[in-house]
């Protein structure tokens, strides 16, 4: 089992940054890939960006350029760093863990965090 807990949502006015923190605990060397989701009421989650054990990244093409995840294997830590922040961005935030558990892969969820973008 993995557990996940975020930190670091927050306010921010328009072209602001913030950074976003995850905490792992549990089965960490059991993780291949770790990631940063967010929803807005009403629409599915959506990956903003994501990175494997090997340290290769992805992004969504709305945050390219502007958001950038990182991972700390010695602190078992993940973060995004969120810049240049527009109010399109406003959503909560979950960190996800993608995880071999028994054989089967297997995925966790923080409880989230808001980030709110004031215009």
């Known amino acids: 089992q993995v557990q996940l807990v975020e930190s670091g949502g927050g306010l921010v006015q328009a072209g602001g940054s913030l950074t976003l923190s995850c905490g792992v605990s549990g089965s960490t060397l059991s993780i291949n890939v770790m990631g940063w989701y967010y929803q807005v009421p009403g629409k599915e989650r959506e990956m903003v960006a994501g990175?494997?054990?090997?340290?290769?990244?992805k992004y969504a093409d709305s945050v390219k350029g502007r958001f950038t995840i990182s991972r700390d294997n010695d602190k078992n830590m993940v973060y995004l760093q969120m810049n240049s922040l527009k109010p399109e961005d406003t959503a909560v935030y979950y960190c996800?863990?993608?995880?071999?558990?028994?054989?089967?892969?297997?995925?966790?969820w923080g409880q989230g965090t808001q980030v709110t973008v004031s215009s």
């Open positions: 990175i494997n054990s090997a340290g290769s990244t």
């Open positions: 996800n863990a993608l995880y071999l558990s028994g054989g089967i892969w297997s995925e966790s």
